[in-house]
């Protein structure tokens, strides 16, 4: 019993402190005898170290640490599924973000002019700044075990059959840029010593508990001895899932004994943070004359970069994606994911699908259009259906939600009685409109065989009110407003009965990563399975203290209510009476730990159960004299389940939406020889307001399949997957041009349409 | 660069003279030590880029012979007078720059955004050497007041550009504008809709008269890494000609050929010649009332 627009008008949890400027990051700390840190990273792409000397910088006025390789107690290495970064580096360094050591001053003046007295010396080794060059026999090896991190692959059928039978096929090599997260708020935070030896460790991140585990890792000291303050944080969208700065804050807040701060400026975050995977996608799909898809080959080459990370992880996802939402019989999927020197590839949102699906979409509109056929007609006769198994034949919680979004997008294109055809019009100043729909399915979760927990607490405090402890982490997504909604429509409370813990590992449970459209996800279901308990235990102690019996009592606004009086007179007793009647002993706390669903018998490691699809319909102008294109509508629609919270949903899917303009219009982190060229902002363009259409329509899909027991799905990532293939094939109805490469630049547009002035 | 929460080694030091001849004083006295300022908004992205900060800052900001702006007659016609320390905000903003010079408005609403527009100057977008309104001013024909001994000169904008003196310590005091008639037009093209480095700046502006033939024409462009300057061998081309198609295609080659583009990161030179070309070409067709 959800009110809509009371859920509207709810203003979030942390709003006012955020848009008034109250609420203190992480990277806003300050402590007494605080001291500033700085990182020196490599100087070089890739080199052998010869020497590193500290002791200049170590005796500059105001300096009171300088640490290098030598000061690490445990294991000099991270790395959320291999450790092989090294925290500090010794002898070799594999890319310009590589850190080779680290001072903590009394100003950030200081601390940023020792590290000019650092003095290393370097050896320079050859830079290998494309996976093709990497995977030469003779190239250098990066890695002891060569310069492959990760293979993977599925395949079903009989390619070469299946061409045999086809009567158009499409082959087309797709390329996708190095995007960068571009959170507001950059890497940084407080890491703050204690007494016995214990350290506090207030730096934003997705998985304060996983941060715990790598530091208690590295610094040789108990998990328990660490505690993790990780929220709120400005901005992340799976860049601060890894650790960045806390190795470096937390040994130089033990070799001072003084906190230190770390923040790191915007060319320091360019530098040293993580980037989406640039990768290179070969497909070739092929149809029968009626339109039915037979055979689809795809290689996908990634460029993960110096370190591993999540690498293997994205790959598998890329692969798994590479097939959609479409039923193909013949399918061989390769992927592989090459070192390079070219800084370190890992998390972004959307993990591998955006890259995979621009490649896909790209081939359903290559063929429609060689089979004469209605783009969103080609896909409809080969969409799955509701009991068809995923993109890898494994079996998924059934789903309507490609056929639901897709036909949605088909009558909203209905109304406004646009076709996908070419329209130029010259008295408009040589500039012509055009649309595109582009389709994807999204896995939540981290998929099968992955360590994937999730939990939740419930607690009734001393002071009344309705604790919901989660150790998921608030980057801006929304979550506040998710768990306060959630708990809200299922006890039917106020806000201001509850209180929300997150963000602080001595105080949260574990709820596995704030990554992977899963957060919203496993709150529901974590209340799911702790509602009932929680609720009869709060029932059983209202009865004991009030007589009522409990079959007559519900949990309301401000309090215990008899049924039959709910909202129409007063609670039978408050919350905060309960609490101060409650006896001493007595405490309700109900906890709950699980494992994010996946398929009951999945064989095929990282493959997902639950799915998110979204159908984005694109409205683009271009101009014929200039080649620049400008995105006049964006609109989605998104199957994802109920949806939690209308106004972060909107947020994720617009902002979403967003980010993918960028990435589809002006987003490239350049490198040259394993160096940023676009070092700051201003190089380096995510879309300002006005690059962005005035208005977007979001539409949710909420319905889901009968017997679906699984809950709202995540659409965190979904806003960004489909948007792409989207404005491509706006372009290509617009200019007649296709687009193979990312970001689309006016450049290549005006070299396609070869017009000038002087074709009228 | 200061930063939040710490000291500075070594800081500058800031003059704030209110005379005009103090300020010149202070840079003969410091020489190569000391750079003015205005508003800071280039100088601050070149220092945050570790571009050494100069140990002395003669900031114009209260020079009241910088300030202001007006519209007199004289024997040559009306002239307009911009103070080199009007903002960008100002000539998007106040009437007086809409109703009688909208073409640089619309130069000054490309450049960057509201904030930066708030303290960004006039004199310091042309005193750089690469901002967008410079091919804005070269088509109404500009002239520049500036100071560096004693007297204040007057020369074309063109010639200051050509003979480098806002790079040798002059201190620019005005635009001056006589007017010129005719149609004008301008084009930014950037890298995304707004606060965007230029690509490429292209202005133009002429005159069709009775017979239909072209006159009073200039064509100017400038903008990012562009040199800018007018398209002179351009506008000979179509000095009292009628245009024709023909002669459409001879002014894109000639365009091609006389722009001397340079490629960056991100574009080639060709493909800035291209767009100059075609934009100059379509408004040109435009103000000849040839559309099609």
């Given at each position: 019993m959800r009110n809509q627009s009371e859920q509207n008008r709810r203003v979030r949890p942390d709003g006012p402190g955020k848009v008034t400027g109250r609420l203190k990051y992480l990277t806003d700390l300050s402590f007494p005898k605080m001291l500033y840190g700085k990182i020196l990273r490599s100087q070089?792409?890739?080199?052998?170290?010869?020497s590193i000397s500290t002791d200049k910088a170590k005796q500059?006025?105001?300096?009171r640490a300088v640490v290098t390789y030598?000061?690490?107690?445990?294991?000099n290495g991270y790395g959320l599924?291999?450790?092989?970064?090294?925290v500090l580096c010794e002898?070799?360094?594999?890319?310009?973000?590589?850190?080779l050591a680290a001072v903590a001053a009394e100003t950030e003046e200081i601390a940023k002019e020792a590290l000019k007295y650092i003095e290393v010396e370097y050896s320079p080794l050859p830079v290998v700044d494309s996976p093709e060059k990497a995977l030469l026999p003779d190239a250098p090896r990066l890695h002891s075990d060569g310069n492959i991190l990760h293979q993977a692959e599925y395949k079903t059928g009989d390619i070469i059959k299946g061409l045999e039978q086809c009567s158009v096929v499409v082959e087309e090599t797709y390329e996708l840029p190095r995007q960068?997260?571009?959170?507001?708020e950059t890497e940084g935070g407080v890491i703050v010593p204690e007494p016995d030896g214990k350290l506090t460790v207030y730096v934003g991140t997705q998985h304060g508990f996983k941060d715990r585990f790598q530091l208690a890792r590295i610094l040789n000291?108990?998990?328990?001895d660490i505690r993790v303050v990780s929220s709120?944080?400005?901005?992340s969208f799976g860049g601060k899932d890894e650790l960045n700065i806390q190795p470096y804050g937390a040994l130089l807040a033990l070799a001072t004994n003084c906190p230190v701060k770390i923040h790191q400026s915007r060319r320091e975050s360019v530098r040293a943070g993580l980037k989406r995977h640039p990768m290179k996608i070969t497909m070739k799909t092929g149809a029968d004359a009626e339109g039915n898809l037979l055979v689809h080959q795809a290689k996908i080459i990634a460029?993960?970069?110096?370190?591993?990370?999540?690498g293997p992880a994205v790959l598998d996802f890329a692969v798994e994606h590479a097939p959609g939402p479409y039923m193909i019989p013949n399918l061989e999927v390769e992927g592989l994911s090459v070192f390079t020197n070219n800084g370190v590839a890992g998390e972004f949102r959307g993990f591998g699908g955006n890259q995979v699906t621009f490649a896909l979409e790209g081939q359903m509109d290559r063929l429609a259009e060689k089979l004469q056929m209605d783009p969103i007609e080609f896909r409809l006769k080969n969409l799955r259906k509701q009991d068809d198994p995923g993109p890898m034949g494994q079996k998924i919680a059934p789903t309507n939600g490609a056929f639901d979004v897709l036909n949605a997008m088909k009558k909203r294109i209905g109304k406004n009685k646009k076709t996908l055809s070419a329209e130029k019009q010259?008295?408009?100043?040589w500039k012509a409109e055009g649309i595109g729909v582009a389709l994807t399915m999204h896995g939540g979760g981290?998929?099968?065989?992955?360590?994937d927990p999730a939990g939740g607490r419930l607690s009734f405090t001393k002071e009344g009110k309705i604790e919901a402890a989660f150790g998921?982490?608030?980057?801006?997504?929304?979550l506040l407003s998710v768990i306060e909604a959630l708990v809200i429509e299922e006890?039917?409370?106020?806000?201001?009965d509850i209180q929300m813990v997150i963000g602080d590992t001595a105080h949260v449970p574990v709820?596995?990563?704030?990554?992977?459209?899963r957060a919203t996800s496993m709150v529901w279901h974590s209340l799911q399975r702790m509602k009932t308990s929680f609720r009869e235990q709060m029932l059983e102690l209202a009865e004991q203290m009030t007589g009522e019996p409990a079959e007559r009592l519900t949990m309301g606004p401000g309090g215990i209510w008899l049924k039959e009086e709910i909202n129409s007179s007063?609670?039978?007793?408050?919350y905060l009476q309960l609490a101060e009647r409650m006896p001493p002993a007595t405490s309700i706390t109900v906890h709950t730990s699980f494992d994010f669903?996946?398929?009951?018998?999945?064989?095929?490691?990282g493959s997902h159960y639950l799915y998110s699809f979204a159908a984005v319909l694109a409205r683009v102008e271009v101009d014929f004299l200039t080649g620049r294109v400008k995105v006049l509508g964006l609109d989605q629609s998104v199957s994802?389940?109920?949806?939690?919270s209308p106004q972060g949903f909107i947020g994720q899917i617009e902002g979403g939406g967003v980010m993918a303009l960028g990435y589809a219009l002006m987003e490239e982190a350049l490198m040259h020889h394993g160096n940023y060229?676009?070092?700051?902002f201003d190089s380096y363009l995510i879309p300002t307001i006005k690059d962005v259409p005035y208005s977007m329509q979001v539409e949710a899909i909420e319905k889901l399949a009968p017997?679906?027991?699984?809950?709202p799905r995540g659409a965190?990532?979904?806003?960004?997957?489909a948007v792409a293939p989207a404005i491509a094939r706006a372009i290509y109805d617009a200019a007649g041009c296709w687009i193979?490469?990312?970001?689309?630049?006016p450049e290549a547009l005006v070299k396609t349409m070869n017009v000038g002035a002087m074709s009228p | 660069m200061v930063s939040q929460g710490t000291a500075k080694m070594e800081s500058s030091i800031v003059w704030i003279p209110e005379e005009l001849e103090i300020a010149l004083n202070l840079k003969q006295q410091f020489g190569a030590d000391a750079e003015f300022v205005a508003g800071g908004t280039l100088l601050q992205t070149n220092w945050e880029k570790d571009q050494p900060i100069p140990l002395y800052l003669i900031s114009?900001?209260?020079?009241?012979?910088l300030q202001g702006f007006k519209k007199e007659t004289s024997e040559g016609g009306p002239m307009i007078q911009i103070g080199a320390l009007t903002t960008l905000a100002e000539i998007i903003q106040n009437p007086f720059f809409l109703s009688n010079l909208p073409l640089l408005a619309e130069a000054a609403r490309s450049i960057a955004a509201p904030a930066v527009r708030n303290r960004g100057t006039i004199g310091g977008n042309i005193a750089g050497?690469?901002?967008?309104?410079i091919p804005a001013f070269l088509v109404m024909d500009a002239h520049i007041s500036f100071v560096n001994g004693t007297e204040i000169q007057q020369k074309p904008l063109e010639d200051c550009l050509k003979e480098g003196i806002l790079q040798d310590?002059?201190?620019?005091v005005s635009i001056d504008l006589f007017e010129t008639g005719g149609q004008k037009f301008f084009k930014k093209v950037g890298r995304?809709?707004?606060?965007t480095p230029s690509v490429v700046t292209i202005a133009g502006s002429c005159r069709v008269n009775s017979n239909k033939e072209m006159e009073a024409i200039r064509l100017a462009v400038g903008g990012g890494s562009n040199q800018p300057c007018r398209l002179e061998a351009c506008e000979k081309l179509l000095h009292g000609n009628i245009l024709s198609k023909e002669l459409l295609e001879k002014l894109f080659l000639s365009i091609m050929e006389e722009f001397a583009a340079s490629s960056d990161d991100f574009y080639t030179a060709d493909y800035k010649k291209t767009i100059a070309a075609n934009v100059i070409v379509y408004e040109m067709a435009r103000f000849a009332g040839q559309m099609g």
């Open positions: 070089e792409a890739h080199a052998k170290i010869v500059l006025p105001g300096v030598q000061d690490i107690p445990g294991l599924i291999f450790p092989d970064q090294p002898d070799r360094v594999r890319c310009v973000g590589d850190a960068m997260h571009a959170y507001m000291m108990q998990e328990s709120p944080m400005g901005g460029d993960t970069g110096a370190y591993a990370t999540l010259t008295n408009r100043g981290l998929g099968s065989g992955r360590i998921f982490e608030e980057c801006g997504q929304g006890f039917e409370c106020t806000p201001e709820s596995g990563s704030s990554t992977a459209s007063i609670p039978v007793i408050s669903p996946v398929c009951p018998d999945a064989v095929i490691p994802s389940g109920p949806v939690v060229q676009t070092d700051n017997g679906d027991a699984f809950g965190g990532e979904i806003g960004t997957v193979n490469k990312l970001p689309i630049t | 114009l900001e209260r020079i009241t012979a050497g690469t901002g967008d309104t310590g002059s201190i620019l995304r809709e707004a606060f």
